[in-house]
C-alpha cells in the first residue's frame, strides 16, 4: 500500500493574510486617529468627522455582514431577521446612555424624558440593569443571545428550512418593531432613543471620543474576523458546510445539526447585538425603525454582494453598498432603492460568488493568458 | 429481593466482569457462558441470540397508501442479506425506518437484543453503529475527499469537541487506509463535487467505513458504476462480510450473484420470498410480480 499524503490543517491566516491583518490594524489604530486628531484641518491629508463617522458606521455593517456570512453563506440559513439582533444589541447600549444622561435631560428628572412625558413615577423592571456599565456589556450580547437561542431552538428542533424559515424571521424582526413602537412597551416609543450625553460619565460628542468608538469598533470587527476564521477553520466549520451542502448525510454521519445550526445562530446573533452596541453612540439614535424588514434584507445584500463563504468577501460587500448609498442617497437620493434592487438582482444572476468571486475569476484569467504569452 | 441479595448480585457481576475483562465491553455471540448476571450496557449492541437486527410486523402507511405493511426480518451478525423487489415494495423506506428517519405506525425495530431502534433519533442511531448510504450518491459537494473522510470518522461528535478537534495519527492512519480502499487517494484534495458518479458512490462507502458501523445499510451501491468500480465493489463487500452486517438493495442480478448468501425478495412492503439467489429466481410468485402475469 503506497503511503497517502494527507493534507495538513490550514493554518488561521496565510503570511500575506496576516500582513494585510497587521496592516488593517496599524490604519484603524494608528493611522487614522493621527489623520484625523493631529493633522490639521484643510490638509490634503486630513481625516474629516464625517468620515470618522462614516467608516465608524460602515465597519459596525460589516461586523453584521460577517455574521450573516457565517449564518448563510456557510451554514446555508438565509436569516432575513438579523436587524432585530442589531437593534436589541443597540437598545441595551441605548438604555445604559439615557441613564447617562441623568438630570440633564429637558425635564431635569432622574428618569428618561420620555418615562417624565408618560407620567411613569420609577423605572419599569427591564430597565433596573441599565444603570451599570458591565452589565449593559452583558446585556449586548445576552439579549441578542437569548432571543436567538430560543427562536433558534424551536425553529431548528422544527426542521424549519430554507425560504420558511427566512420569512418567519422576518416576521419575527417585524413583530418585535410593532412591539418597540409601542410606547407602553418602555422603550421610547416610535422616537426610540437619543440625545445622549456621556458615556462612562464621559461627554459624548467629542472628537475623541468619536475617535476611541471608531478604534474600538475596527478592532473589534478585526477581532470578529479572526474568531470567525477560526471557526470556519476547525472542524465544526465544515460540519456547518456539511449542513449546507447535504443535511441528511449529516444526520447519518452521526451529527445532530441542532446543536451545530443552534450554536452558529446564536454567536450569529450575538455579533449583531455587539455591532448594534458599537452603532448607536456613533449615530447617537437608536429607534424602531432599525427593525424594519428592509433593514435586515440590506444585511443579506451586503453578505452576497462581497461574496457569500468568503469572510472577507462580506466585509467588501459591506463597504461598497453602504459607501454607495451614502453616495447615492445624496446626489440622487430618489433612485437608491432601484439601485439597491438591481444590484441584488445584478449579482444574483451574474456574480453568484460576489465581488470576491469576480476577483478570483479575473485573476485566474490573467493568469491563463499570462501563461499562454 | 433484600438489598443484601442485590449487593451480593451486583459484587458477582463485577468480579465476572473483571475476570472476563476482555468480553465484557464486546458481547458476541459463542465463546462465551452463560448469561447468568449478565447486565444490559447501555448502547451496546447485544448479538447473543445471534441477531443484529429485528423487524417485527413493522406497518407504516402514507396517506393511505400502506408502504410497508406488517413486514418481519432479521439479519445475523455478519451477514450479507440483499434485498431486492420491484419499484415501490418499500426497500428505501424500510432503510428510512431502521435509520429513524420514519416513524412506522406499528411494529418493533430491534438493534441487537436491546436496543429499540424507535426511539432513538437518526445521529443516536447513526452514532450506535448503522451506516446508510443513499440511492442517489450523497456527499458534501463543497468539501474536498478528505474532508468528506474527516467529518465521518467516528469521534465525539458534540459541538465543542468538533470545534477543538485534530487528527490524531491512528485516525490518521485509518483515513490513508480508507482512501486507499476506496481507490481515492491520489484525489484526496480533490473537491468532492468534481468526482465522477462512480467515485462519488466510492466516497460514501469510505465514509460509512470511517463510521466503523456494525451494520451497512447499502441502497443501490453499483448504479452508474462501470464494470470495473462494480466488480471492485463486490470485492469490498466480500472483504468486509464478518467483520461488519450488510444490508444491500440492488437491481443489478449479476452485482447480486456475485455477493449474496441470502436474498430477501420485498414486494408490496413485506417479504414474498427468502433463500438463495437460485431458489427465490425459481419462485414461482417472484417470477409473477417481477414478469407480471
Known sequence: ?373 | MTPELLEEGTRRAETYRATHSAASGDTESGGRAAAFSRLAIPGEVDTTHGRILYLEDVSVSFDGFKAINKLSLDIAPGELRCIIGPNGAGKTTMMDIITGKTRPDAGRVFFGSTIDLLRYKEAEIAQMGIGRKFQKPTVFEQLSVFENLELALKTNKAVTHSMLFKLDSTQSDRLAEVLHTIHLSDSVSRQAGFLSHGQKQWLEIGMLLMQDPKLLLLDEPVAGMTDEETERTAELFLSLKGKHSLMVVEHDMSFINTISDIVTVLCDGSVLAQGTLAQVQADERVIEVYLGR
Open chain 1, 1 to 373: 500500500m503506497k503511503p497517502v499524503s494527507l493534507p495538513s490543517p490550514a493554518p488561521l491566516l496565510s503570511r500575506t493574510g496576516w500582513a494585510a491583518f497587521l496592516m488593517a490594524l496599524i490604519i484603524v489604530c494608528a493611522v487614522a486617529p493621527v489623520l484625523n486628531l493631529l493633522v490639521p484641518v484643510g490638509n490634503l491629508f486630513h481625516l474629516s468627522d464625517y468620515g470618522v463617522g462614516l467608516v465608524g458606521r460602515i465597519m459596525c455593517y460589516a461586523i453584521c455582514a460577517l455574521a450573516m456570512d457565517l449564518i448563510w453563506g456557510f451554514t446555508g440559513i438565509l436569516s432575513l431577521g438579523h436587524g432585530l439582533f442589531f437593534a436589541l444589541g443597540g437598545y441595551a447600549m441605548g438604555m445604559y446612555l439615557m441613564r447617562q444622561i441623568g438630570l440633564d435631560g429637558n425635564y431635569k428628572s432622574e428618569l428618561p424624558d420620555f418615562m417624565v412625558f408618560l407620567d411613569w413615577k420609577e423605572l419599569p423592571w427591564h430597565w433596573l440593569l441599565s444603570g451599570s456599565f458591565t452589565a449593559t456589556l452583558f446585556l449586548v450580547v445576552a439579549v441578542p443571545g437569548l432571543v436567538a437561542f430560543v427562536f433558534g431552538y424551536f425553529a431548528f428542533r422544527s426542521r424549519i428550512k430554507g425560504v420558511y424559515f427566512s420569512i418567519i424571521t422576518q416576521a419575527m424582526t417585524f413583530a418585535a418593531m410593532l412591539l418597540f413602537f409601542r410606547n407602553e412597551t418602555g422603550f421610547g416609543g416610535n422616537n426610540g432613543f437619543t440625545d445622549f450625553k456621556r458615556i462612562l460619565n464621559i461627554p459624548i460628542a467629542t472628537q475623541e471620543m468619536r475617535m476611541t468608538l471608531f478604534v474600538l469598533t475596527g478592532v473589534t470587527l478585526l477581532g470578529f474576523f479572526l474568531m470567525a476564521r477560526w471557526l470556519i477553520n476547525s472542524k465544526f466549520g465544515r460540519v456547518l458546510q456539511a449542513v449546507r451542502d447535504a443535511e441528511t448525510r449529516v444526520m447519518f454521519s452521526g451529527y445532530n445539526p441542532l446543536g451545530y445550526k443552534l450554536t452558529i445562530w446564536t454567536i450569529s446573533a450575538m455579533m449583531c447585538g455587539v455591532a448594534g452596541a458599537l452603532y448607536v453612540p456613533q449615530v447617537g439614535i437608536i429607534n424602531p425603525s432599525e427593525m424594519s424588514p428592509a433593514n435586515s434584507i440590506e444585511i443579506a445584500i451586503w453578505a452576497a454582494v462581497g461574496g457569500r463563504a468568503t469572510l472577507i468577501g462580506p466585509i467588501l460587500g459591506a463597504f461598497i453598498v453602504s459607501g454607495a448609498k451614502s453616495w447615492l442617497t445624496v446626489a440622487y437620493p430618489e433612485f437608491w432603492l432601484y439601485f439597491l434592487g438591481a444590484l441584488f438582482i445584478g449579482v444574483t444572476l451574474f456574480l453568484p460568488d460576489g465581488v470576491v468571486g469576480l476577483i478570483k475569476r479575473l485573476s485566474k484569467a490573467t493568469n491563463k493568458s499570462g501563461d499562454r504569452s
